[in-house]
């Protein structure tokens, strides 16, 4: 199964120098995976223009169905995400009345002013389509660019979510068709690579399915075998890939502790 | 003042789809910014060998001093980095003498045996160097290709910590003879974006200096702003700048709380 893929792009000079730890790139990435989408690559870049844009312009020659972008959309002189998208799909930057009033509510209602930097945020690519941010002042955008999806979204972490739960995952779950099955689980008491050989028999024989083993989840430590498939054919051959893998190592190494994971 | 380059690779199928948040990246990128390299991309890539051959050969294109990968180190089928380096270099894998007794004494130690999978994480990239690891079982090495430094690294935050702090850091720190000052304060009760036009004001007068406002500091909120120059005539600058910004913060905003922050 070819399942349409994905890019995510990192804006800021803080996730380079250690100031920021990316969740951003893990929440994106989970959700697109429950998507359907296949993330193929997470890069994170400088705030500056020139090596940006020279990245996008790589980007769109690899053609990902669909690129989230996040990080660089503000007030700030080095807020450059927009400018970047403008400059390497060379789609003009246009002042968006619909922006324009998002963003004059926002500040209205915290009785600040229209800064000439506030009104920056309301430029977006000519035909891009704004998506409201219900958290902080800069709205998002949907620019569609020679057949890819193109999300520009903020960087802060309740912003972005904000923006992807309300517009982006409803839209992209009608647009895929495909749906992902998976289970997951913990074993403790034995090495990694004891289990090696196990999953890659497994493997053999499933080939169409991504089986794993993990050391840590999430900040948990504990091995962590992940077994996924697309498609509704494949729930059942994820389930009994999961039996046969516990059963095995059950059996060899009976001091070993399994447990599930709940999505 | 230029830099040296660096970029970081991160490779595992579980930094793409969320499995994993990367603690890694920011590890890394924080210490290369310490040592005086501009740390210019960080990527994640999946455990794929054409899709990762075809995104080192671009990387190698670019000719960063520098090159950090980490994960994709290890026993198990999906442990494709070093394959992946030497396609992409054409330096061969060889079984490194050095490595194998390395792996050796690490199983020995813990009564496990030299399987077929453990036994392969001794071939390396002909010519490079062993970097022992005294935390996993999976050494690390060192690629000089090309006059780029190449570190491989596994993915395991504690091995990749403890082959990075007693390897790579010594070493880079002889490397390279620039020297990072900086400055890091928080404020807390305003907006990011009032605190703009003074950031931007003092920029104009010091484009030689990084000054960066953050919503965040490693998962604390509260604006952080981030003062940085390279080189020992620098520091009396970084300290200027941090006393013109808390002046001009406290005058504007008697209401805000500044917060110094230490390393």
């Avoid at 989408?37 to 169905?65: A, G």
């Avoid at 246009?94 to 324009?100: D, I, R, T, V």
């Amino acid at each position: 199964m070819i399942l349409p893929t994905a890019e995510i792009v990192c804006l800021g000079n803080e996730l380079l120098i250690g100031i920021t730890i990316n969740t951003n790139a893990s929440f994106i990435g989970e959700k697109l995976t429950e998507l359907g989408y296949e993330v193929r690559r997470v890069t994170c870049i400088r705030d500056e223009v020139d090596l940006s844009v020279e990245f996008f312009k790589e980007l769109f020659k690899r053609k990902p169905k669909l690129v989230i972008v996040s990080g660089g959309l503000g007030p700030t002189y080095d807020d450059i995400q927009l400018k970047v998208i403008s400059k390497s799909t060379e789609l003009e930057l246009q002042e968006n009345s619909e922006a324009l009033e998002q963003i004059k509510k926002y500040y209205s209602k915290r009785d600040l002013k229209l800064t000439k930097e506030r009104r920056k945020m309301a430029f977006i690519p000519e035909g891009a389509k704004v998506l409201d941010n219900q958290v902080g002042g800069a709205p998002g955008c949907h620019v569609v660019y020679k057949e890819m999806d193109i999300y520009c979204l903020p960087g802060v972490p309740t912003e972005m979510k904000d923006i992807f739960n309300r517009h982006i995952f409803p839209y992209l779950r009608k647009q895929n068709e495909y749906q992902l099955f998976q289970r997951k689980f913990q074993i403790t008491g034995c090495a990694e690579s004891e289990l090696a050989p196990f999953i890659n028999e497994v493997k053999i024989n499933f080939p169409e399915l991504y089986i794993k083993s993990h050391p840590e989840y999430k900040g948990e430590s504990g091995i962590v075998i992940h077994i996924s498939g697309y498609g509704e054919s494949e729930e059942k051959k994820v389930v009994s890939v999961m039996e046969i893998l516990q059963n095995d190592f059950r059996r060899n190494f009976p001091h070993s502790e399994i447990k599930a994971i709940k999505e």
